[in-house]
C-alpha cells in the first residue's frame, strides 16, 4: 500500500517537474507505418493518396521528369479559404537530393502527412496554413532512391544522378561499375588471407580486422570495396553509373568539375535540378527552405565557400542564429554549423544557391548522428559501442557475414562487413521520432516567414489644409521581407507600398515615430520602393503629404515579394 | 549604315532555312554544306549551323566553330561568318576533307532581327526576355526612344539641369572638341557641368529617363565562365537563356570540336587574356593558363599578320561564350570583333592608306605581366592590385561590387585602403576619376564612395555594353584626339557617317537640351565596302589555323621477337602538327577523354604495358613512346589502336614477325 502511494507520488511530482507531455491521437485519413522505409513507387502512392484524402489542402504538381523517367512530384499544401497559395509566404521542403540519404524523404512525406491531418484538429498548425503555404518534395533524386532500393550499395553510393558520364576520363563510359559477386544486395569489403597482409583478424571478434603495427604480420590483405576489374584496366569499381553530384548543380557560385567534383556539366544541367529551379524560379514567394540529408546531425546554412562570408550581413547571420539555435534545442545531438567553415567547401549547392541567389532564409538538415546510438551516455561510441549496437540493438542486421568467394582474378577470398544499412540512415525504430523532431523544426522555421500589418497611423492637417498622415508597417516574425543580402545583391524585386485615393505631394520614411522631418522619396511620391524591405520583428514609418477633403478615404496598400499584400484605408479626418 | 542592305539580302539567302526566314532571293546559291537547327531562340526563330565538309563523317574528323550575332548589333559579324563559310567551300574543300567548320553564324536571331528592322535602334544586341532593369516592378515600361525624330536614338546631354530631375553631374564638355563628353579634370579644377544619359522620354511619369528598355539578358555574358551572379543582364542564371543553351548543349556534345572562334565586339586574340592569373578559387583562369601562353601568342602574331590589327577592344570576359569554352570545356577559342577602326591597323608602307591616314597608327600597348604581383609587393592588397590591373569593365564591376557591399563591410576596405602606400591610393584615385562618366564615382578624403549612375540607361547601353577603351589607352577626353573617343571621332568625321551633331531642343521633361552623339553600332560595323577584305581575312585565319592543327599520328615502330614466341612492341605517337593536340587546360579541364593507346589483344597475352595507354597530350613534335611484352604465334597478329575524340581513330595492324626497321633514328 504504501509502496503503491509512494510510486503514484513519484508519477504525480515528475508531471509537475518535467512539462513533458503525450499528445492524443489524431487520427488522419491516411495511415502510414513511420518506423520502416519506402521506395519511390510507394512514396508516389502515398503522395497520392494524402492528396486524394485532402483535396482541399493538397495540389500534386508533376514538375518535370528524372533523367529515367519518373515524375517529379511537388506537393502543394494551401488553406484556399485565404488564399491561393501564391498570395502567401511559402516554405520549401525538399529531401533526398542524395539518392542514398533516404530518410530524408521520409521526413518531407511525415511533414506532409502531419501537417494535413492536423487540420482542423490543431489549432497551431491550422492557423499556421492561415498565413503561410507549403511546397513539400519528397525526393528530389527519384532515379538515386530507386538505384539505391533495388541496387547492391554501400552506404554512400547512389548519391549521385545517373547518366552516362566518363568518371575517370578514360574514354569509356560506365564500364567498371560495383559488382555484387555474392549477391546479397550490398556492396561490403574483399579480404584476401596472404602471409605478408598487413591486416589480422581481432582474436575476440574475428569480423573486425585490425592493422597490424609495423614489422608484424597480419594474415589479411584488404583488396578494397567489392567488385572486379570488369574493363581491365587494373582498378576496380572506377566508373559506374552515377554521374552528378546534383547539390553541387546550383547557380551559385557554381564551378566546374575541376573545381568540384560532381558539379555536372553546367548550372541546373540536370532535368532534376532544372525543374527544381525554375519552379523556384517561378515562385518568388518562397520566403524559407529546407533541403534534408545525412548524416551528421547538423543544422547548416551558408556559404559554402569562405569567400563568400561577407555576402552574410550580421542582421542576416543574427537572424539565421536565432533560428537555428532554437533548432538545435528542438533536435537533441544536432548543432547548428556553417557549411564551409564547419562541413566542408561546397560550390554550386541548392541552399547556398536559394539563399546567396535568390535570399531566401534557407538551411540543411544533415538527419541523424551517432551521438543518437546511445544518446546521453555515449555521445562519441567507439568501435566496441558500435558492434554491441549492430548485435545487441538491430540484431545484426547491418552487417553481411563473410563469405568465401572465388574472385576471377585474385582467387578465394572473404567478401563481407558492413552494408548498406550500415551508416547515415535512420534506425527504423527510431524514424518517427526523428522525422517529427525535423518536421516541428520546419513548423517553426514556416512561423517565422514574414507577417505583414499595418500598424498605428497618425493623420495630422497643416493650417494651410495638407494632410499629414504617418503610418507604421510592421512585420511580427523574425524574417525580414528582404534579407539584408537581398537588398544589398539586389535579389528578387523591393516591396512596394502605393497610395491611392488623394494625391500624394510628398513622402518620405522617418526614423522613429516623433521625427519631425521625414526623408525625401522624391519623383512617385505615392509608390514607394523599399529596397530594404522591413525588418524582422520590426517596421517602416512611412509619412506622406496628401492633398484631399475631409472624409476622402486613401488606401495604402504594401506588397512584398515574401509576404501577404495587406492594404488600409484611411479616412481623412483630423485624429 | 547603308551596308545593310544588300548585305542582309545575301543572309536572307544562304540562311533562310537556318533562321527560320524565308529566302528573300531566290535564285542565289545557298552556302553548300549539311544545315543543322540546333535549337529555338526566344521568339521562336531557328537557331542553325551550317556544316562544312567535304570528305567523310563531319563529326569524325577536327572541327572548329564560328559563332557569330550573340550580340545583335554586331552583324558584321553575322556577315563575315557567312562569307567565311562561303569562301571556305570556294577555295579550301582540301582542308574540309581533313576538317569541319561549323558556322554558327546567327546566335541571336531574335536580336539581329530586330537591329535589321530599321527605325531608331536601341543600343542593345541582348536578348528580348523581360527584365525589370530598375527595379520598379514595372516590366520594360520607359524605353529609349528617338526623342527628336532625327532617325537615331543617341544620347543627351544636359547642362547643369534642375535639381528636380535628380541628376547627377558626370561630364564636361571637352575643350578640344566641343562635341565630345569627358569626366572632369579634378587636378585641373574643373567641375562636372553635364548631365548625360540616353535618348528618351519619361514614358512611365516616374521622373526619370529611359531607364528601363526592353529586355533582356546579354548572351555573351550568361555562359558559366565567372558568371556574373546576381547582374541582371547576365540572366536569371547561366545558361538560362535558349540561344545560350543551344550552344552549350550543342558544344558538349560535340566531341570532335577543337576550337572555338567567336565574332563579337570583344578581342582575346589580337590582346592575349594575360597568363597565369586565377580566379577566387584559384583554379579557374581569369585569362589562360601559364602553359597555353606560347600556344596563343603564336597565334595571335599569325592572327595579326593576316588581319593587320594592332589592337582590339578588350571586355570584360566574364559570362563569355569564350571565356566557357576555353575555361570550362578546355579549347583553344578566341574572340574577334572582325573589323577594327583603320588607326588600329599596322601601316604597311602607305599602301592600304585608305583610312588609317587622319589618325596615326597606335603602336601595340605592351601588356606588363605580372603588374599586379609587383603591385602587391608594393603594399597593395590583393583587391587593390587586381583593381589597378583589370580591364576597364572589370573594374566597373568592382566598383559595382563595393557599392552593394555591406556599409561594414566596405569601412573596413576602406581602412584598409588608408594603410597602404600613398602612391597606390593616388592610383586608385586616379582610376576613379577615369570611371566618372561611367559611374559617378568620387573620393572623399581618400575613402571610397560610390553612387549610383544618373540614371539607369545611359552607364548600362550607351558606355558599359560596348567595347571600353583599350587599358592603357588614354582616359576619355585628356585631349579630344588621342583618346578612344576621340578616335572614333576622328574616325567618323573621315568616314562621314556615325556621329551625330549635338542639336538642341526642348525636352517635354528635361526642358533645354542637346541630342547628338555616336549612333548605335556604329563603332561595331564597318562600312559596305569592307565586307570583302574582312572575309578574306578571316577566311585566312580559319585556314591558317585548320593547316596548323594538331596531327597525332601513330606507328608501330618496334617488334622485338624475345623468342618463345614472346615479342616487344614498340609504338610511337608523334604530334606532326603545329597546335599542341590539347591545350593545356583541356587538360584540367576533363571535357574531353585524352587520347588513347589500345592493345587489342586478350588481356593474358600481354605480359606486360597497361592495355591502354591514355596520351594527355602532344605539343607540337612531341613524342610518346609505348611499349608492351606480348605472347603471339610468330606470324600472326597484333592490333593497337590509337583512339581520339577528336583526330578519329588510326588502326595499326601489327604482324609478329622480326622487322628490319626497328624505330631508331630514320
Known amino acids: 500500500m504504501s509502496r503503491r502511494f509512494l510510486i503514484a507520488g513519484l508519477v504525480l511530482a515528475a508531471g509537475f517537474a518535467s512539462p513533458v507531455l503525450a499528445q492524443e491521437h489524431m487520427p488522419g485519413k491516411v495511415e502510414i507505418a513511420w518506423n520502416r522505409y519506402y521506395t519511390y513507387d510507394e512514396v508516389e502512392r502515398q503522395l497520392h493518396e494524402i492528396a486524394q484524402a485532402y483535396p482541399h489542402l493538397v495540389s500534386l504538381v508533376p514538375i518535370g521528369k528524372s533523367i529515367q ?23 520549401w ?84 561499375p560495383a559488382d555484387d559477386l555474392d549477391g ?50 587494373g582498378r576496380i569499381n572506377e566508373d559506374d553509373i552515377a554521374a552528378d553530384d546534383m547539390n553541387r548543380n546550383y547557380p551559385s557560385d557554381w564551378q566546374p568539375i575541376y573545381v568540384q567534383t560532381g558539379a555536372g556539366e553546367y548550372p541546373l544541367s540536370s532535368p532534376e535540378t532544372r525543374a527544381i529551379g525554375e519552379f523556384i524560379l517561378a515562385h518568388p514567394n518562397i520566403a524559407a527552405v529546407q533541403s534534408y540529408h545525412n548524416a551528421g546531425g547538423m543544422i547548416l546554412r551558408g556559404p559554402g565557400a569562405s569567400y563568400r562570408e561577407s555576402m552574410y550581413a550580421a542582421a542576416d547571420t543574427r537572424m539565421y542564429d536565432e533560428i537555428a539555435n532554437t533548432g538545435a534545442q528542438m533536435l537533441p545531438y544536432y548543432r547548428s554549423m556553417v557549411i564551409h567553415r564547419d562541413l566542408y567547401t561546397v560550390h554550386g549547392g541548392f541552399v547556398n544557391w536559394t539563399a546567396e541567389g535568390l535570399g531566401i532564409t534557407s538551411f540543411t538538415n544533415e538527419l541523424w548522428t551517432d551521438a543518437k546510438l546511445y544518446q546521453g551516455t555515449v555521445t562519441s561510441p567507439d568501435e566496441r559501442q558500435v558492434w554491441l549496437w549492430r548485435d545487441r540493438m538491430v540484431f545484426g542486421q547491418t552487417f553481411s557475414d563473410y563469405k568465401e568467394f572465388d574472385h576471377p582474378q585474385f582467387g578465394k577470398i572473404l567478401i563481407g562487413g558492413p552494408n548498406k544499412w550500415s551508416s547515415r540512415n535512420t534506425p527504423t525504430f527510431m524514424l518517427e521520432e526523428e522525422c517529427h523532431r525535423n518536421f516541428a523544426f520546419t513548423m517553426y522555421h514556416a512561423s517565422c516567414m514574414p507577417k505583414v500589418s499595418f500598424g498605428r497611423h497618425e493623420n495630422r492637417r497643416t493650417v494651410d489644409g495638407l494632410w499629414i498622415v504617418t503610418i507604421e508597417v510592421r512585420n511580427e516574425q523574425v524574417i525580414p521581407t528582404r534579407l539584408a543580402i537581398a537588398a544589398s545583391r539586389r535579389l528578387g524585386l523591393p516591396d512596394l507600398l502605393t497610395v491611392e485615393g488623394a494625391r500624394v505631394v510628398a513622402s518620405g520614411r522617418l526614423n522613429v515615430w516623433f521625427d519631425r522631418q521625414m526623408s525625401d522619396h522624391g519623383a512617385e511620391p505615392a ?49 | 549604315m547603308a551596308h545593310n542592305g544588300i548585305w542582309s539580302l545575301t543572309l536572307g539567302v544562304c540562311c533562310g532555312l537556318v533562321f527560320g526566314q524565308p529566302p528573300l532571293v531566290s535564285d542565289s546559291p545557298p552556302i553548300p554544306g549539311e544545315v543543322r537547327v540546333i535549337g529555338r531562340s526566344g521568339e521562336g526563330r531557328n537557331i542553325g549551323l551550317v556544316v562544312l565538309s567535304t570528305e567523310g563523317d563531319p563529326d569524325a574528323k577536327p572541327g572548329i566553330v564560328i559563332v557569330a550575332g550573340l550580340d545583335g548589333r554586331h552583324t558584321i559579324g553575322v556577315e563575315v561568318a557567312l562569307g567565311v563559310a562561303r569562301r571556305l567551300v570556294e577555295q579550301h574543300a582540301e582542308l574540309l576533307r581533313t576538317h569541319t567548320v561549323y558556322v554558327l553564324a546567327n546566335a541571336n536571331p531574335d536580336a539581329v532581327a530586330r537591329w535589321r528592322a530599321g527605325g531608331p535602334r536601341i543600343d542593345w544586341g541582348g536578348t528580348l526576355t523581360p527584365r525589370d532593369d530598375d527595379r520598379d516592378r514595372r516590366i520594360d515600361e520607359d524605353p529609349p526612344t528617338d526623342v527628336n525624330g532625327d532617325g537615331h536614338i543617341t544620347m543627351m546631354r544636359v547642362r547643369l539641369p534642375s535639381p528636380m530631375h535628380g541628376l547627377t553631374l558626370t561630364h564636361v564638355i571637352d575643350t578640344d572638341d566641343p562635341r565630345l563628353m569627358r569626366a572632369p579634370d579634378a587636378n585641373k579644377g574643373e567641375h562636372a557641368t553635364h548631365a548625360v544619359l540616353v535618348e528618351g522620354f519619361d514614358a512611365d511619369g516616374d521622373g526619370r529617363i529611359a531607364e528601363d528598355g526592353p529586355g533582356g539578358v546579354d548572351l555573351d555574358r550568361n555562359f558559366p565562365y565567372l558568371w556574373p ?75 595579326k599578320e593576316v588581319t593587320r590589327q594592332q589592337s582590339a577592344p578588350a571586355g570584360d570576359n566574364a559570362g563569355s561564350l569564350q571565356g566557357w569554352a576555353y575555361a570550362h570545356m578546355g579549347l583553344l577559342s578566341f574572340s574577334t570583333p572582325v573589323w577594327v577602326r583603320p588607326d588600329q591597323l599596322r601601316r604597311e608602307g602607305g599602301d592600304r592608306g585608305e583610312g588609317s591616314g587622319a589618325v596615326p597608327a597606335q603602336a601595340p600597348t605592351p601588356q606588363p605581366r605580372d603588374e599586379r604581383a609587383e603591385l602587391i609587393a608594393q603594399g597593395a592588397t590583393p583587391q587593390v592590385a587586381e583593381f589597378l590591373t583589370a580591364a576597364p569593365e572589370r573594374r566597373r564591376a568592382m566598383a559595382m561590387e563595393l557599392l552593394s557591399m555591406p556599409a561594414e563591410e566596405r569601412e573596413a576596405m576602406q581602412a584598409e585602403f588608408l594603410k597602404m602606400p600613398t602612391e597606390i591610393q593616388s592610383r586608385v584615385m586616379q582610376e576613379i576619376q577615369r570611371m566618372r562618366p561611367e559611374g559617378s564615382v568620387g573620393s572623399n578624403n581618400g575613402a571610397l564612395f560610390f553612387s549610383q549612375p544618373a540614371t539607369g540607361r545611359p552607364a548600362r547601353r550607351g558606355g558599359a555594353a560596348q567595347p571600353g577603351p583599350a587599358p592603357g ?94 615479342w616487344r612492341i614498340g609504338v610511337r605517337v608523334i604530334n606532326a602538327g603545329e597546335l599542341p593536340t590539347r591545350l593545356s587546360i583541356g587538360v584540367k579541364a576533363r571535357r574531353r577523354a585524352p587520347m588513347r593507346l589500345r592493345m587489342d589483344i586478350e588481356v593474358d597475352r600481354i605480359l606486360s604495358g597497361s592495355p591502354r595507354r591514355l596520351i594527355q597530350r602532344l605539343a607540337k ?9 606480348v605472347r603471339g604465334a610468330p606470324g600472326s597478329r597484333v592490333t593497337v589502336l590509337l583512339e581520339t575524340a577528336e583526330y578519329g581513330t588510326t588502326v595499326l595492324d601489327i604482324p609478329l614477325e622480326p622487322r628490319a626497321d626497328q624505330g631508331g633514328e630514320r
Open chain 1, 184 to 233: 546479397d544486395g550490398h556492396i561490403t569489403q574483399m579480404w584476401k588471407e596472404d602471409p605478408d597482409g598487413r591486416w589480422r583478424r581481432d582474436p575476440d571478434d574475428p569480423r573486425i580486422f585490425r592493422q597490424v603495427p609495423p614489422g608484424q604480420k597480419g594474415g589479411w590483405t584488404f583488396l578494397g570495396s567489392e567488385g572486379i576489374d570488369n574493363d581491365g584496366d
Open chain 2, 229 to 303: 551572379e546576381a547582374a541582371a543582364d547576365a540572366g536569371a542564371y547561366p545558361l538560362c537563356e535558349p540561344e545560350s543553351r543551344a550552344i552549350a548543349d550543342w558544344l558538349i556534345e560535340r566531341q570532335n570540336v577543337v576550337a572555338v572562334i567567336v565574332y563579337g565586339p570583344k578581342d582575346t586574340i589580337v590582346r592575349v587574356p594575360a597568363a597565369g592569373r586565377m580566379d577566387v578559387t584559384g583554379r579557374v583562369p581569369l585569362g589562360i593558363e601559364e602553359d597555353d601562353r606560347a600556344t596563343y601568342d603564336a597565334l595571335s602574331e599569325a592572327f
Open chain 1, 527 to 575: 509608390r514607394v520602393l523599399l529596397e530594404d524591405g522591413i525588418p524582422g520583428r520590426g517596421k517602416r514609418i512611412l509619412r506622406f503629404v496628401l492633398a484631399g477633403e475631409p472624409g476622402d478615404l486613401v488606401t495604402f496598400r504594401y506588397q512584398a515579394e515574401k509576404a501577404r499584400d495587406v492594404e488600409t484605408v484611411i479616412e481623412l479626418t483630423q485624429d
Open chain 2, 473 to 566: 589607352a588614354s582616359a576619355p577626353g585628356v585631349t579630344a584626339n588621342t583618346s578612344e573617343e576621340g578616335k572614333w571621332l576622328a574616325y567618323s568625321d573621315e568616314r562621314g557617317e556615325g556621329f551625330v551633331e549635338w542639336q538642341p531642343f526642348v525636352h517635354p521633361t528635361l526642358g533645354k537640351v542637346e541630342i547628338g552623339g555616336f549612333i548605335p553600332g556604329f563603332r561595331l560595323n564597318p562600312p559596305e565596302m569592307e565586307l570583302d577584305r574582312l572575309v578574306d581575312e578571316q577566311t585566312a585565319v580559319v585556314a591558317m589555323l585548320l593547316s596548323r592543327m594538331a596531327r597525332p599520328v601513330a606507328d608501330c615502330v618496334l617488334v622485338e621477337p624475345l623468342g618463345e614466341g614472346v
Open chain 2, 621 to 629: 613534335g612531341e613524342r610518346h613512346d609505348s611499349q608492351w611484352i
Open chain 1, 69 to 91: 523517367g519518373r515524375t517529379l512530384w511537388v506537393a502543394i499544401v494551401n488553406d484556399p479559404t485565404t488564399g491561393p497559395h501564391e498570395s502567401k509566404p511559402a516554405m
Open chain 1, 93 to 176: 521542403i525538399d529531401g533526398n537530393v542524395h539518392g542514398n540519404e533516404i530518410q530524408a524523404c521520409e521526413a518531407v512525406m511525415y511533414s506532409l502527412w502531419y501537417l494535413t491531418k492536423a487540420h482542423g484538429r490543431n489549432e497551431m498548425l491550422t492557423n499556421l496554413l492561415k498565413d503561410y503555404s507549403f511546397y513539400f518534395m519528397p525526393s528530389a533524386n527519384p532515379d538515386g532512391r530507386e538505384w539505391w532500393f533495388t541496387g547492391a550499395h554501400t552506404p554512400h553510393s547512389a548519391r549521385h544522378n545517373i547518366r552516362p558520364f566518363d568518371n575517370d576520363n578514360d574514354g569509356l563510359i560506365d564500364e567498371d
